[in-house]
């Protein structure tokens, strides 16, 4: 048999006794199957309870309304970015279809310079709608038009040696678009 605790002598860090879990005296607390006797652990312990939820199955009302809110909120939110993300995409696209007219241009002028023949007139390509995002087959209509204008001058001091600028321009979302590439082109010597 073991003395009573009063008995005991109390040292300040033998404060576990024992992994076994033991009834609980008016001084003495267990928590997670260790028995804690008096000493520095004792206070500690009392707030270590675990605070008991009728059986312990199920949620409470407030848990599951909770849960709804936070999974609203990100439903939302990803609904939200969605369409976002497909004007990002549509303007990719026609951004993408600029820069290729632009360089399609290009070449046709530094053609024209290096072979000494006529600079190409202004176009007007139409822009690619593209094809639906349901995946339905259909064809989308042309937002709009490019407008492509470009123009080369000598460099000074190389009379041969010509400085070329394209601008590309378009209509998007009611705001006025712009691409621009310039290039360097020298007239071949026949």
Avoid: K
Wanted: hydrophobic share 35%.
């Amino acid at each position: 048999m073991r003395a009573p605790a009063e008995m005991r002598p109390e040292r300040p860090f033998d404060a576990v006794t024992s992994c076994h879990t033991r009834q609980a005296r008016s001084h003495n607390h267990t928590y997670l199957g260790i028995y804690i006797t008096g000493g520095p652990f004792a206070e500690l312990s009392q707030g270590m309870t675990r605070a008991s939820r009728g059986n312990g199955r199920g949620f409470t009302l407030l848990e599951a309304l909770v849960s709804i809110v936070i999974f609203g909120v990100g439903l939302s939110t990803f609904f939200g970015l969605f369409p976002y993300s497909l004007h990002q995409v549509r303007h990719s696209n026609i951004y993408l279809q600029a820069v290729s007219v632009g360089q399609q241009y290009m070449d046709a002028m530094r053609s024209a310079v290096e072979q000494s023949h006529p600079m190409p007139g202004p176009t007007s390509p139409a822009i690619d709608g593209g094809d639906e995002v349901l995946g339905t087959g259909h064809h989308n209509a042309s937002p709009g038009n490019f407008t492509v204008t470009g123009s080369c001058a000598n460099v000074a001091p190389y009379p041969r040696l010509q400085h070329c600028v394209v601008n590309v321009q378009w209509l998007e979302d009611g705001f006025t678009r712009t691409y621009s590439v310039e290039s360097y082109a020298t007239q071949q010597i026949s």
